[in-house]
């Protein structure tokens, strides 16, 4: 059984870093894509990040390049999303997601930016 679990998230101020990681069930290499999404108050669902389950290219939102890096240890089948420069509009829940035809979310953890 596929299962995704957050960790980290929480509230900072403007300008602050925070991290995320998704402890997977099963190999990462299962997956043609792994990443992070968000969905703020009231919106849809959003990309975020996103990169192979193996050796591939990663894909960041606009919103999220040059201050958000998505990694990944392949070994521990954990995949990380280190954010800087946070804005309150980066305030959301922040989902792990995973595709291998089926798609998988994990439970979601809210990130909070405010002064």
């Known amino acids: 059984q596929v299962q995704l679990v957050e960790s980290g998230g929480g509230s900072v101020q403007p300008g602050g870093s925070l991290g995320l990681s998704c402890t997977f069930s099963?190999?990462?290499?299962?997956?043609?894509?792994v990443g992070w999404y968000r969905q703020l108050p009231g919106e849809q669902r959003e990309l975020v990040a996103i990169?192979?389950?193996?050796?591939?290219?990663?894909e960041y939102a606009d919103s999220a390049k040059g201050r958000f890096t998505i990694s990944k240890d392949n070994a521990k089948n954990i995949i990380y999303l280190q954010m800087h420069d946070l804005k309150p509009e980066d305030t959301a829940v922040y989902f792990c997601?995973?595709?291998?035809?089926?798609?998988?979310w994990g439970q979601g953890t809210q990130v909070t930016v405010s002064s």
């Open positions: 997601y995973a595709d291998q035809g089926t798609k998988y």
């Open positions: 099963v190999s990462i290499f299962a997956f043609y894509d």
């Open positions: 990169t192979s389950g193996g050796i591939g290219s990663t």
